[in-house]
């Protein structure tokens, strides 16, 4: 991106929104980057630039807030996640399939680049579960990750049908302390800290050894500012990349709130997004990420568990 951007984030009250449109304010000026979504704005953003209620799905307001502020890039985080969506499959679909399509028919338009996350949700069970390869077999379980998996296509297809100039990351789980925790399946690794603060236990909705992709959002939030800074020719997979840091288990996260608070408790109780968990991978490859585009991760396990816990204990006032 160059100076003299004009960007829109759809979706930016959200554990994602919240961060990146923080950073990208830093980046770019709080006034060149417009926050928008359907809830009223996280307070996290307060008077850091404009702000606007905004339905993801309304093609009218879409239209008319990228042409009045000749909007040159939209960040697209609007959408219903893993456990949430499986309790409201049509909603899943109409949301997230709907507000991808609309602004891909938009782009075409209006010429503006296109940041859309797809997930580890795009795998399903038949999916090698360790180090997971770039191209593989894609059979979601869950609407989320069937909503992912043809969100990737439509991206593809409008980049070579149409030339639009659309870029997306396979995200993991992901932590931050910015937000409150959203009904996802990796959620519990942002939860277990709330809880160690709060109650000094936890009670982890998945099994002690389910190991998941997990990643700090610092490092997701720079990961993606570098996919979207690069020349279009470096963005060789215009589906979505595989893009990974830490993996770990309940057991391996609550070690290292332990080391930090001595005195916390886990309990196992695992619930239905185990069976979620259970049908994604262990650990991912994103060589080709790290080729194309330079991607490389900061934060290991310890360095994360500390920064969050700093960071909420200011927070929660702890």
């Known amino acids: 991106m160059q100076q003299g951007e004009k960007i829109l984030v759809i979706g930016a009250s959200g554990m994602v929104g919240v961060s990146l449109v923080l ?62 969506a499986e309790k409201n499959p049509t909603l899943a679909w109409n949301l997230n399939m709907g507000a991808l399509k609309l602004l891909l028919d938009l782009a075409i338009e209006f010429k503006f680049k296109i940041f859309w996350p797809s997930s580890i949700a795009v795998f399903g069970p038949t999916t090698p579960r360790d180090n997971t390869p770039q191209h593989t077999i894609l059979e979601p379980s869950t609407i989320y990750g069937v909503t992912k998996y043809a969100g990737e296509l439509l991206c593809q297809y409008y980049f070579k049908k149409y030339g639009v100039d659309v870029r997306s990351l396979r995200y993991p789980g992901l ?34 050894d389910s190991y998941l992709p997990m990643m700090y959002m610092e490092d997701a939030i720079r990961g993606t500012l570098m996919l979207m800074d690069v020349p279009s020719e470096q963005v060789k997979n215009r589906m979505s990349y595989n893009f990974s840091a830490i993996s770990f288990s309940p057991a391996e996260i609550a070690a290292e709130v332990k080391k930090l608070m001595p005195e916390f408790e886990i309990k196992y109780e695992p619930d239905f997004r185990q069976a979620i968990a259970d049908s994604w991978p262990k650990s991912i490859d994103d060589s080709e990420a790290r080729a194309d585009w330079g991607w490389k991760h900061e934060y290991d396990l310890p360095k994360m568990a500390e920064d969050m816990m700093n960071n909420l204990k200011v927070k929660l006032g702890k």
Not at 45 to 51: A, E, I, S, V
Not at 175 to 180: A, D, T
Request: hydrophobic share 35%.
């Open 23 to 84: 950073k990208l304010r830093e980046k770019y000026g709080g006034e060149n980057v417009i926050a928008s979504d359907i809830r009223e704005e996280n307070a996290a953003l307060k008077d850091t630039g404009p702000y606007i209620i905004l339905d993801g799905l309304d093609e009218n307001g879409v239209k008319d807030i990228i042409k009045k502020e000749k909007i040159s890039s939209v960040y697209l985080l609007a959408g219903l996640m893993s456990a949430g």
């Open 175 to 208: 932590i931050s302390w910015k937000s409150e925790p959203g009904p996802g399946t990796t959620e519990y690794a942002v939860e277990i800290f709330y809880g160690a603060l709060n109650e000094k236990k936890f009670t982890s909705p998945l099994k002690a």
